[in-house]
């Protein structure tokens, strides 16, 4: 099975700052006959269900605000977010799609300083 | 718009069972897999099972797999999930969601609002 880790398990940014947060799996999820990333971020609000944010490791969903952005490739990832709003206040989750099993990272807790 | 409801949860006795489903609307459901996902009160998300668009492929979690079984009827746009033999640990929420394409290798781009199992005697 793909282990995914995240890093931090939590963190308070101030209001307009960066907030990073970092997913390294634990074998590459990146595909080497079209170079894509097997590898989404999920935001997840109390008491909602999780909503995708970033698939293919840096493509935005549709209606996601731009702030949100992921990079990386093979076995490591980053999801920024650029200036920190009230309503990013959640949890986030990476994702690996590559394999069954699917996996996710432990969830990464995003509060205000 | 696009929805997903899953209905179908309730309070079980150990080493019985339930059965989940999922009404899906708003989308072609029959060009897409669905997953099942878990979530318990305050920890992490547990991928379940998955069923490919055409329900030829199904894939499973190992700690349902022989117990719980994913199926999908797409005359009638509805996902199923059966779960026997129901254990203590699989007390949790559970979701369906939409892949962004037909098989395992797609992310989640839609998710139901939940469904509780509680496994209690």
């Known amino acids: 099975d793909i282990v995914m880790t995240q890093s931090p398990d939590s963190l308070a940014v101030s209001l307009g700052e960066r907030a990073t947060i970092n997913c390294k799996s634990s074998?590459?999820?990146?595909?080497?006959?079209?170079?894509?990333?097997?590898l989404g971020w999920y935001q997840q609000k109390p008491g909602q269900p999780p909503k995708l944010l970033i698939y293919?490791?840096?493509t935005r969903e549709s209606g996601v605000p731009d702030r949100f952005s992921g990079s990386g490739s093979g076995t490591d990832f980053t999801l920024t977010i650029s200036s920190l709003q009230a309503e990013d206040v959640a949890v986030y989750y990476c994702?690996?799609?590559?394999?069954?099993?699917?996996?996710f990272g432990q969830g990464t807790r995003l509060e205000i300083k | 718009q696009v929805q997903l409801v899953e209905s179908g949860g309730g309070v079980v006795q150990p080493g019985g069972s339930l059965t989940l489903s999922c009404a899906a609307s708003?989308?072609?459901?029959?060009?897409?897999?669905m997953h099942w996902v878990r979530q318990a009160p305050g920890k992490g998300l547990e991928w379940v099972a998955l069923?490919?668009?055409?329900?030829?492929?199904?894939y499973y979690a190992d700690s349902v797999k022989g117990r719980f079984t994913i199926s999908r009827d797409n005359s009638k746009n509805t996902l199923y999930l059966q779960m026997n033999s129901l254990r203590s640990e699989d007390t949790t929420m559970y979701y369906c969601?939409?892949?962004?394409?037909?098989?395992?290798?797609?992310?989640?781009?839609?998710w139901g609002q939940g469904t509780t199992v509680t496994v209690s005697s």
């Open positions: 069923i490919s668009y055409d329900g030829s492929n199904k």
């Open positions: 293919w490791a840096s």
């Open positions: 994702q690996q799609y590559y394999n069954t099993p699917i996996t």
């Open positions: 074998q590459s999820v990146s595909h080497s006959s079209n170079n894509k990333n097997y």
């Open positions: 969601a939409k892949a962004r394409g037909t098989q395992y290798y797609y992310s989640v781009d839609v």
């Open positions: 708003g989308f072609t459901f029959n060009s897409y897999a």
